[in-house]
């Protein structure tokens, strides 16, 4: 059951992103909102987190590994993602290095929503543990 309840969570915060992506780039909202952004890696670094946990789950409960490897399963997948998701938007021209401090700085948040999502995640699953327990 925990299982079931993990994936529905990730999964529906997917399709949030991709809805508040798609509009986003419709109505050009990247351009014109700048906190978009920082909602959409925070989300993204959060679901993230939450499916390679349940994919983690797979392979053994969750229930019982320490506090520590639950945390570093969330933030290192959801900062792993960031990054490829940042080299993402540099081979397709999406974000360029020519834009100087103004891409370090861009990348430098995003990397810490992505963060921030994942320590999210470390949380949720906590809550969801001892409501399974």
Same mark, same amino acid.
Not at 76 to 89: F, H, M
């Given at each position: 059951? *925990?299982?079931?309840?993990?994936?529905?969570?990730?999964?529906?915060?997917?399709?949030?992103?991709?809805?508040? @992506? !798609?509009? /986003?780039? #419709?109505?050009?909202?990247?351009? $014109?909102?700048?906190?978009?952004? !920082? !909602?959409?890696?925070?989300?993204?670094?959060?679901?993230?987190?939450?499916?390679?946990?349940?994919? /983690? $789950?797979? #392979? /053994?409960?969750?229930? @019982?590994?320490?506090?520590?490897?639950?945390?570093?399963?969330?933030?290192? /997948?959801?900062?792993?993602?960031?990054?490829?998701?940042?080299? &993402?938007?540099?081979?397709?021209?999406?974000? *360029?290095? $020519?834009?100087?401090?103004? &891409?370090?700085?861009?990348?430098?948040?995003?990397?810490?929503?992505?963060?921030?999502?994942?320590?999210?995640?470390?949380?949720? !699953? @906590? @809550?969801?543990?001892?409501? &399974?327990?």
């Amino acid at each position: 059951m *925990f299982k079931q309840e993990l994936f529905k969570r990730a999964f529906w915060i997917l399709v949030l992103v991709g809805v508040l @992506n !798609i509009i /986003s780039v #419709k109505l050009y909202l990247h351009w $014109s909102l700048w906190w978009i952004d !920082i !909602i959409l890696h925070f989300l993204g670094g959060l679901c993230v987190a939450l499916f390679a946990l349940w994919f /983690s $789950s797979g #392979k /053994s409960d969750l229930k @019982n590994w320490s506090q520590k490897k639950i945390l570093f399963v969330a933030l290192t /997948s959801a900062i792993c993602v960031g990054i490829l998701w940042e080299l &993402y938007e540099l081979y397709f021209g999406l974000t *360029f290095l $020519s834009d100087g401090a103004r &891409y370090f700085v861009d990348t430098a948040k995003d990397l810490t929503m992505d963060f921030v999502g994942g320590i999210f995640g470390f949380f949720w !699953i @906590n @809550n969801l543990l001892k409501k &399974y327990e």
